[in-house]
């Protein structure tokens, strides 16, 4: 089977491309890019006036099967991924059981590869039983298809424990992607500690408990010669010891979500349930910090925490409510609206955080459109303007604090290894 | 006067005049106090239901009689936050109160938010009898109230608050309400019970008692709770009471006619001594009887009532 889309602004971070050309696939790969392209077997998609770019890779994702299908299954998440534009998930290990054991990775990639939508890579869980006390079995993990190792959700409090994982971890060459939270400074914690949390009477989270556990994560793997990915950054205390770190030459790569740059912990002054999440919404002065961090390349990727909720866990008093918001469907056109069109991002950046760097940072073999790479492709339609509608998702879960937010840019089409999954956001 | 809003959450987003408002009422409804009857027809035929995730004798009395005295129906629905936590979440157990019938819901809450979540979720008047670390609106207001009888104005007074500021509804609702009517008032705490950037209410922090003491006209004092030791928000009871206790000495230290308030329930010994709380300065029994007065003023002003009514209404009440 062979498809040429025609006439598109083919934008490849990796290959410094950004020009109309034509691309040609062909048995699932990138054959040809060129202008003017013909081949008579081959059908012709015009993408006149759209962006033709690497497939979207979302490297934090929660499906939350096995365990919690009421919130998402595999099969709604990478429908939800497909139509937010995005050919590849990596998910998350807080599943239940735990993300701890062959078993669990190998029916993860099984169900994905059942559904034949997005990419499914799972990241296992750095510790057993998520416990943080003793290291998991990382070896078998790695082989039986992990792409890293994680602590999200349930961050590893012992330092001693951190070390040993980061030390085990270097023979595989896979990173560990940590979660920086020291608990013992969150303890019943539900936003971010500031003023909002003073007239909301919350108790906070200080942004601090984050930025301890960034430069304790980096000073292990710095030590240890490992490669770190920092999660979910939400804070400039953060940002500045990522910078610090990355001029020393540390091998640490970092990641944030839209959430943290579109929003303030302002948006939490009605209690809405939507606006609670780890880490909590911080203020104005942490998101221009994250701009700046992300224009300078401190922080490498953007990725959408996607942390779908069923309604009878957001809709009860916040205290009690979950933390996390769903994200696969709003991270492109927010990612577009606020910093592509705001002009803190170009294009050309905004897609590279999003597929390229994401691609480094799990090493897989994508995130370009290198002649003989894998054909994930996304076509974005940049100039389609429209309202997020949260009863729209294909996620199962809508708990979303941007329904009615009005965003320009879209994905337009989604291929996956040759062939289309979403075209104007039907899924195929 | 007439209040022209349906709910009462808290008093960050009240006016100076829906505050005064509100005391001229309490104090037409305290004057029927030293009638024979002491019921008036002011509410007949609404139902007023006090709805108590948290448990409290003294607020839920005190809205059980302001409600009774103004001739309501009230029901008392209390729920223990294990039983929820466990089986029917807050909305649903709220829709099932609210299809009985009530006019006016009266909800204690542990968590911050919650009157307002109600508010927007169902048709009756919500007033905030205290939710989380948020606002006890209702406290703020007598507090005020008895100022005022006491001192005949607010306006100026040098008010200081002392304790667990970071914990305390009662001390936002409080700050709130004793800014807006131009009090000068200093928060006094160790820096662990001072939540973050509180200044920027309009307020000063001290940390020394006895400096913020001197010249004082009010010293509120705040409950502790004792738990806090445990979070290592203070080093032991005997520092706390040595340094934020308010005693005969440091009580010296302010203006000969200040007066001392509490919010109650006291822990004698503590955050009070004994000998200042049974002192003549001490009004925190007044407090709890005005609180009668402010709150049938708030059900009344809330269910639509208007102030120059309330003298036609006589002592007739049943």
């Keep these: 089977m062979k498809l040429i889309l025609s006439a598109g602004r083919v934008i490849d971070p990796a290959n410094k491309l950004n020009d109309i050309l034509d691309i040609l696939i062909e048995d699932g790969k990138i054959k040809k890019i060129g202008k003017g392209i013909k081949d008579k077997d081959a059908e012709v998609i015009s993408v006149k006036g759209k962006v033709v770019a690497p497939g979207l890779i979302d490297m934090h994702v929660h499906l939350r099967e096995p365990g919690f299908e009421y919130k998402e299954t595999i099969a709604t998440g990478v429908r939800a991924a497909v139509k937010g534009g995005f050919t590849s998930v990596a998910c998350m290990p807080n599943t239940e059981p735990v993300m701890d054991n062959t078993a669990v990775v190998e029916l993860v990639i099984s169900k994905g590869k059942k559904e034949n939508l997005a990419n499914v890579y799972p990241i296992a869980s750095v510790s057993k039983y998520a416990k943080g006390e003793e290291i998991s079995d990382i070896g078998m993990l790695i082989k039986s298809g992990a792409v890293a190792l994680s602590d999200d959700a349930a961050p590893v409090m012992n330092a001693e424990v951190m070390r040993r994982a980061f030390e085990y971890t270097k023979q595989f060459k896979v990173p560990i992607i940590t979660h920086c939270e020291d608990k013992n400074m969150t303890v019943d914690g539900v936003m971010n500690e500031s003023f909002i949390s003073t007239v909301l009477g919350l108790r906070g989270m200080a942004s601090v408990a984050e930025s301890i556990m960034v430069y304790r994560n980096i000073a292990l793997a710095n030590y240890i010669g490992a490669p770190v990915h920092i999660a979910h950054v939400s804070c400039k205390e953060s940002v500045d010891i990522i910078r610090w770190a990355k001029k020393q030459g540390i091998n640490v790569t970092a990641e944030t979500a839209p959430h943290y740059f579109c929003l303030t912990d302002e948006a939490v002054k009605n209690y809405e349930t939507n606006t609670k999440m780890n880490p909590p919404l911080r203020t104005a002065e942490d998101v221009a910090a994250l701009k700046a961090g992300l224009k300078d390349d401190t922080i490498d990727c953007i990725a959408s925490d996607h942390a779908p909720h069923g309604r009878t866990d957001k809709e009860l008093e916040f205290n009690y409510a979950a933390f996390g918001i769903v994200g696969l469907e709003t991270m492109l056109s927010l990612t577009l609206t606020e910093l592509v069109n705001k002009k803190v991002l170009t294009i050309d950046k905004a897609i590279e955080k999003l597929s390229l760097s994401p691609a480094k940072a799990l090493r897989l073999d994508r995130g370009t459109l290198t002649i003989g790479a894998v054909a994930d492709i996304t076509v974005i339609e940049t100039g389609k303007e429209y309202s997020i509608d949260v009863s729209k998702f294909e996620s199962k879960s809508k708990n979303s604090p941007f329904n009615g937010r009005d965003v320009k840019g879209e994905a337009f089409m989604t291929i996956v290894g040759g062939n289309i999954k979403m075209k104007e956001g039907k899924i195929l | ?318």
Excluded: W
């Design chain 2, 1 to 318: 006067m007439e209040l022209k809003r349906k709910h009462l959450i808290g008093l960050e987003d009240s006016t100076p005049q829906e505050i005064e408002g509100i005391l001229n009422t309490a104090e037409a409804f305290k004057s029927i106090f030293n009638r024979k009857i002491k019921k008036v027809p002011a509410l007949r035929g609404r139902t007023v239901v006090n709805l108590f995730f948290e448990n409290s004798t003294r607020t839920r009395t005190s809205f059980e009689l302001a409600a009774k005295r103004l001739s309501a129906d009230v029901i008392n629905f209390s729920v223990s936050t294990s039983s929820v936590a466990k089986g029917e979440t807050l909305i649903d157990t709220a829709r099932t109160i609210e299809s009985l019938e009530s006019d006016m819901i009266v909800v204690r809450h542990s968590c911050s938010g919650v009157p307002l979540l109600l508010s927007k979720t169902l048709k009756s008047s919500i007033i905030n009898a205290g939710d989380g670390m948020h606002e006890h609106p209702t406290q703020g207001l007598l507090d005020l109230f008895t100022i005022r009888e006491k001192k005949k104005k607010i306006k100026g007074l040098k008010i200081v608050m002392v304790g667990d500021i970071a914990h305390s509804r009662v001390a936002r609702s409080n700050i709130y309400g004793m800014t807006k009517m131009g009090a000068d008032l200093t928060l006094v705490a160790p820096p662990t019970l001072i939540p973050k950037d509180i200044e920027k209410l309009g307020v000063k922090v001290e940390f020394d008692l006895r400096k913020a003491a001197k010249d004082a006209d009010v010293l509120y004092m705040l409950r502790i709770q004792l738990e806090r030791q445990k979070r290592n928000l203070f080093p032991s009871i005997r520092e706390f009471s040595l340094l934020y206790g308010m005693d005969e000495d440091k009580l010296k230290l302010a203006n000969k006619d200040a007066l001392v308030m509490h919010p109650g329930p006291m822990n004698r010994g503590v955050e009070i001594s004994s000998e200042v709380a049974d002192s003549p300065q001490s009004v925190i029994n007044e407090q709890v009887t005005n609180g009668i007065a402010v709150r049938m003023a708030v059900l009344y002003l809330l269910s639509g009532g208007e102030t120059n009514e309330i003298d036609s209404f006589g002592g007739q009440g049943n």
